[in-house]
């Protein structure tokens, strides 16, 4: 089935910890999104790519970092986790062509950082 | 000022009844909008999206934009139980970074 898959589902870890969320897409979408989606919040970018190769940083990029190796990969990774840090992180893809169709999300990873 | 204003609600409803959700946002660059439900501990998932002034209608939603005033509204029209949900309005420029920007959603309760 068509999608974009996350993992892990959850995870708990501990605070200075390195943990990478796994984003992969089988829609051959052009462009990639990490957000984290916190109460009264609302959704918040933080990093952001339009085509394998590139990235860029978005509302909130302190603390992630993220790669593009491929059109199908999108890996977010913390580098020292901290308890701020704890979310739920969405992966997103879209198409990049004349219009812009929204977007497909994946099914989000909760994290508790303690 | 927040680029995407929502009122975050809850906002009830009958069953039956029209449920109007809206929206403002700031930058006025901002070429395409976007409607987005989201069931609680679930993924958003798109409802509507409009580029152009005036009505989009499919199905019960209707998505109206007003690009002059800077809003874009979201009815629901026979209200039913199941679209209790928090609505997501997002809006993006259609050039440059192109991510969308979302509003915090309104939750929205159909009681019936």
């Known amino acids: 089935i068509a999608g974009i898959t996350q993992a892990p589902t959850s995870q708990i870890l501990a605070a200075g910890r390195r943990m990478t969320l796994r984003c992969t897409q089988d829609?051959?979408?052009?462009?990639m999104y990490w957000y984290r989606q916190d109460l009264g919040l609302g959704l918040r970018l933080i990093h952001y790519?339009?085509?394998?190769?590139?990235?860029g940083k978005g509302e909130v990029p302190d603390g992630y970092s993220v790669s593009r190796a491929n059109t199908d990969d999108f890996p977010l990774t913390l580098a020292s986790a901290v308890p701020s840090q704890t979310s739920v992180y969405f992966c997103a893809s879209s198409t990049t062509g004349k219009a812009n169709y929204g977007y497909t999300f994946g099914s989000g990873t909760r994290l508790t950082v303690v | 000022q927040k680029e995407v204003e929502q009122n975050s609600g809850p906002l009830s409803v009958p069953e039956g009844a029209i449920a109007s959700l809206n929206c403002t946002y700031s930058?006025?660059?901002?070429?395409?909008f976007f409607w987005y439900r989201q069931y609680s501990g679930k993924s958003p998932e798109l409802i509507m999206f409009i580029y152009s002034n005036g009505d989009k209608e499919d199905g019960r939603f209707t998505a109206q934009l007003n690009k002059a005033s800077q809003y874009v509204s979201l009815l629901i029209r026979d209200s039913q139980p199941s679209d209790s949900a928090t609505y997501l309005c997002?809006?993006?420029?259609?050039?440059?970074?192109?991510?969308?920007?979302f509003g915090s959603g309104t939750r929205l309760q159909v009681q019936p």
């Open positions: 997002a809006v993006s420029m259609d050039t440059g970074r192109r991510a969308l920007t």
């Open positions: 829609m051959r979408h052009n462009a």
């Open positions: 930058d006025r660059g901002s070429q395409s």
């Open positions: 790519s339009n085509t394998a190769g590139t990235t």
